[in-house]
């Protein structure tokens, strides 16, 4: 209450400086690939540019610092037993724009004098980091040409470098049905593709990412693979999962074209995705197949993929977000004295 009577507003405390201090954290847990789509999208109703790229650049230079499920040992309570946030924030402190307003109206440099850290198992220092860097990779290449995410700090180090022959599965009830069929072709070296299940896909881009690693393999001891798709995937989701790849398939994006069979690579440290197929063969087998039917034609559904966005712009609505021209006015008339609004 006190915070609106003082009239301290959204756009005040999102600035550019406050949103890369929450890529900063967010690679320094390892964190949900999630909050790559929150804070672009956040970014893009504020009108601040905040590219993939920009999230890799920071990515790149940021250690792991905690030892936390799934990229560590510990649960994540015992982040908070460690010291918390603030004892987290303090370690990053080189790395964070300290100047940078918060919601407590004081800097974050204030919010964070002081803390401490109580366990050093749990919540490790930039000289002793988890890992030295790796907690998010951003990808480009011929199949994601806009994009895609991969929580390095949770995939298997020997499957960051990977060539593998591609076994696609179109939506999750083809996925369920043959998953694990004994007579699945499929071997350790595949690699799993998940397509239509992006914002307009599925749609709503669900947590499906982490698709199932097929019974027979499983019953070898395969314990992850290779798997790419445009869903999400839960923030507890570990293994070499490559998501939100945009453009998706439903929109005609490169995913569309991949057939079985197909060799791709995934080359972690040359920040690409390639699918093995001359250009002119992709834009053939585009230009040949048809995109699925809209599920909606009417209605709330169909005004969503009329205006949702790919995932590299956040799978926000194109209408929410920041226009140049855009006014923004204080209450007056019946809502004088409400304190709202960015």
């Known amino acids: 209450v006190e915070i609106a009577r003082e009239g301290l507003r959204p756009a005040a405390v999102l600035t550019r400086e406050a949103l890369e201090n929450a890529v900063t954290v967010l690679a320094a847990v390892a964190g949900s690939t999630n909050t790559v789509l929150h804070l672009i999208a956040l970014a893009g109703r504020l009108g601040i540019d905040l590219p993939l790229e920009r999230f890799d650049s920071i990515a790149a230079r940021t250690p792991v610092l905690t030892n936390i499920q799934p990229a560590g040992e510990h649960l994540f309570e015992d982040l908070q037993r460690a010291g918390g946030v603030p004892a987290l924030l303090g370690e990053l402190a080189p790395l964070l724009h300290l100047d940078a307003l918060t919601i407590t109206g004081r800097t974050l440099g204030e919010n964070i004098a002081g803390a401490e850290v109580w366990d050093r198992d749990v919540l490790r220092s930039l000289d002793e980091p988890l890992l030295p860097s790796g907690g998010l990779a951003v990808l480009g290449g011929t199949l994601a040409p806009d994009g895609a995410v991969l929580k390095a700090g949770a995939a298997s180090p020997n499957l960051l470098q990977h060539r593998g022959r591609a076994l696609v599965f179109d939506g999750i009830e083809d996925l369920l049905a043959r998953i694990d069929d004994p007579d699945l072709p499929v071997e350790a070296a595949s690699v799993l593709v998940l397509r239509g299940a992006g914002p307009k896909g599925a749609p709503g881009m669900p947590e499906w990412g982490m698709l199932p690693i097929p019974r027979k393999l499983l019953e070898q001891g395969v314990t992850d693979m290779v798997r790419v798709s445009d ?68 209605g709330y559904g169909s005004i969503y993929l009329k205006h949702v966005l790919q995932a590299d712009a956040g799978a926000d609505f194109d209408v929410l977000r920041h226009r140049p021209d855009e006014q923004q006015t204080e209450p007056h008339g019946l809502l004088e004295g409400w304190i709202s609004g960015w």
């Open 231 to 298: 869903a999400r995937m839960s923030g507890t989701g570990y293994g070499t999962v490559v998501l939100h790849v945009a453009p998706e398939s439903a929109v005609g994006g490169p995913l569309h074209a991949v057939d079985d069979g197909d060799e791709i690579v995934l080359d972690t440290a040359a920040r690409r995705l390639d699918l093995c197929v001359e250009p002119e063969e992709i834009a053939r087998r585009l230009g040949a197949r048809p995109l699925p039917e809209p599920p909606f034609r009417r």
